[in-house]
Structures are given as C-alpha cells and as structure tokens.
T-cell receptor
Framework: GDSVTQMEGPVTLSEEAFLTINCTYT??????LFWYVQYPGEGLQLLLK?????DKGSNKGFEATYRKETTSFHLEKGSVQVSDSAVYFC?????????FGQGTILTVHP | SQTIHQWPATLVQPVGSPLSLECTVE??????LYWYRQAAGRGLQLLFY??????ISSEVPQNLSASRPQDRQFILSSKKLLLSDSGFYLC????????????FGQGTRLTVV
C-alpha cells in the first residue's frame, strides 16, 4: 500500500539556522504531495503542496520540490524563526486516500 | 465556505465507558472523511476513512468503530474505552482530486482514566 517516510526528529535548531526535513513517498499511483503544519493544541493546516514532477511548493519561507525520480518532497527553510516551532507532516494522496508521515517535531530556540 | 466542526474539544472518560465523537462538514458534498489519532509525542495514525455514506474502511484493528450515517457526518465510537485509547483525535475531510488539500477539525483531547 501507499506509505510516507519522514525524518523522525525531533529537530532542535537555533534561530536563523537552515532547516531540512526529509520525506519520501511510495505509491501505486502518481501522488500529489503536501506538507502540513500543526501548532501546539491545534489541528493541521496546509503549508504547501505540489501536484507534479518538478513542481515547487512554497509558503512562509518554506519550500519543497517534487522529485519524481525519488518521489521525494523534502521541506526546507533558509532561516527558521522561533514561531516556526511546530510539528510538520509530509502527506500524499493517491487514488483518493490521504496518507501521512509520522511527523517531525521542530523546536527553534532564540 | 467550507468548514469542519468537531466536538467536544476535551473529554475525560473512565475506563469501560462508551465514547462518541462527532464531526460534521459544511459547504461541500461527498467528501472523503477521515479519523486520525495522535498519541502524545507521536505521529498521526489513520484510524478510519470513508468515501461515502455507510462506506467505512478501518486501517488498524482496535477498540474503536466509525459510522457515517449522513454524507457530511462522521462519528467515532467505542463501547468500552481502554486506557490506551487516550490521545488527540482529529477529523478531516478531503475532496478527491489532483492536488486538493485536506481540512482538519480542531481536534478532541481524550483522556481515559
């Protein structure tokens, strides 16, 4: 079946550091890929997405590029802020079913 | 506009008691509906998903069940709660299609004591 493999973490960074969270997806179809973010005590909200190979999703300084050859969708940010502290989930859809990775806890210190 | 309502926000229940969490969606038709559980410090585990009324798929064997009596209503239930049922439960909906995003409720914090 479909699966999403995500870097487990937790990840702890200092403010203005570079962030990478790895994500790869295995699917029988040709998935769309997403990153969701969950702030403390809240539900998930969409951060960015990509629907085809070489698409780059971007939002709030975060970026991820859909690499077809590896079905990867790594999340990056050049300079993180304390307010970026949250749980980040990689996800994919294939044939209508939404599959999530296990989530990565990010903590950014001043 | 589309919205999703999930309640209650917080629930404390004794072991062996029943459970009913409800989720309703507004502003869309025939959504795919999902129940997820997030244990403390852990990831998101898909419990059930539904592509239509009375069409429920269970992802993992467990003490819980789900029902979809109406197109935009999704209910998570248990006849007898276990301590291990404690966690953060999230309802979500999603329209099948390329690149369409999922929308999540605010979650229910369930503590079984």
């Amino acid at each position: 079946g479909d699966s999403v493999t995500q870097m487990e973490g937790p990840v702890t960074l200092s403010e203005e550091a570079f962030l990478t969270i790895n994500c790869t997806y295995t699917a029988t179809g040709y998935p769309s890929l997403f990153w969701y973010v969950q702030y403390p005590g809240e539900g998930l909200q969409l951060l960015l997405k990509a629907t085809k190979a070489d698409d780059k999703g971007s939002n709030k300084g975060f970026e991820a590029t859909y690499r077809k050859e590896t079905t990867s969708f790594h999340l990056e940010k050049g300079s993180v802020q304390v307010s970026d502290s949250a749980v980040y989930f990689c996800a994919g859809t294939s044939y209508g079913k939404l599959t999530f990775g296990q989530g990565t806890i990010l903590t950014v210190h001043p | 506009s589309q919205t999703i309502h999930q309640w209650p926000a917080t629930l404390v229940q004794p072991v062996g008691s029943p459970l009913s969490l409800e989720c309703t969606v507004e502003g869309t038709s025939n959504p795919n509906l999902y129940w997820y559980r997030q244990a403390a410090g852990r990831g998101l585990q898909l419990l059930f998903y539904s592509i239509g009324i009375d069409q429920i798929s269970s992802e993992v064997p467990q003490n819980l069940s789900a029902s979809r009596p109406q197109d935009r209503q999704f209910i998570l239930s248990s006849k007898k709660l276990l301590l291990s049922d404690s966690g953060f439960y999230l309802c979500a909906w999603h329209i099948q299609g390329r690149g369409t995003e999922a929308f999540f409720g605010q979650g229910t914090r369930l503590t079984v004591v």
